[in-house]
């Protein structure tokens, strides 16, 4: 059984070794996930969070917020306090820098978004 990777444990390995992270959309991923080593999964919230955690007790699980569910940044906040209680150890918000900041200043591991964003395609092309 491998140890949960922690917040701090992925500042300790930044750039020391690379990391394993994959997209799962339910239970049953995220247990093929676990029994293969992978360091980190993420899923959305419309999926069945609760399952998966409980699938993959000891794989850093990030929660991803749905892009434009959200209209303000307390709404924000409320959605990355549900993913805690699902079982998130991070919450992903690809959302403007305020929502991520709002996220962040309520203590919750919060992970942006940096270069292309497919949503933004038609504004710069890809």
């Known amino acids: 059984m491998m140890t ?27 247990a093929a996930c676990e029994a293969a080593g992978i360091d980190m999964i993420i899923t959305s919230e419309r999926s069945d969070t609760k399952s998966i955690r409980e699938a993959a007790p000891n794989t850093f699980l990030t929660i991803g917020q749905a892009y434009g569910d959200y209209n303000s940044a307390p709404e924000a906040v409320g959605s990355a306090f549900r993913a805690l209680r699902n079982g998130a150890d991070a919450v992903y918000c690809g959302s403007s820098l305020g929502f991520v900041k709002a996220i962040a200043d309520e203590g919750i591991p919060v992970v942006g978004h940096v270069g292309f964003v497919p949503y933004k395609s038609t504004w710069f092309g890809g």
Request: charged content about 35%.
């Open 4 to 30: 949960k990777l922690t917040v701090k444990d992925l500042f300790a390995l930044k750039g020391k070794r690379q990391l394993t992270e994959i997209y799962v959309r339910n239970a049953k991923e995220a």
